[in-house]
C-alpha cells in the first residue's frame, strides 16, 4: 500500500487521502474585474505536466487539512509533502513516503 506523509500527522495509508488539483494556483486578486476568459482560464487551466508535479493533497480521513506535495505523475512516487503556504521545495527531499 502507499504511503502518503501528512506534515501534520506522519506517514498515513493512501485510502486516508483525495486529491486535490494542481498547487500554487493563485486566485485572482479583484474577481469582478476579471473577464470571463481570465476566470475561466483560472478554474479550468492546469499544466497537467508530466513527471514532477506540486499537488494539493487533503487528509480527509485524518486531520482533514490541506497540504501540498511534489509527486512524479509517471510513477506516482511522492518526493516531498509539505504545509500549505510553504514555498514548494527547490528538490525533492525524500520526505514524502511511498511505502516502498
Known amino acids: 500500500m502507499l504511503l502518503i506523509n501528512c506534515p501534520y500527522c506522519g506517514p498515513r495509508p493512501e485510502l486516508e487521502f483525495r486529491h486535490a488539483g494542481e498547487a500554487h494556483i493563485a486566485r485572482p486578486a479583484l474577481p469582478s474585474a476579471t473577464s ?57 527531499s525524500g520526505d514524502g513516503g511511498d511505502g516502498r
Open 36 to 92: 470571463t476568459d481570465e476566470w475561466g482560464d483560472y478554474l479550468y487551466q492546469r499544466s497537467n505536466e508530466r513527471g514532477l508535479h506540486a499537488e494539493r493533497w487533503r487528509h480527509i480521513h485524518g486531520c482533514g487539512r490541506f497540504f501540498n506535495a511534489l509527486r512524479d505523475t509517471q510513477t506516482d512516487f511522492f518526493t516531498a509533502t509539505y504545509k500549505t503556504g510553504e514555498p514548494r521545495p527547490d528538490r525533492p
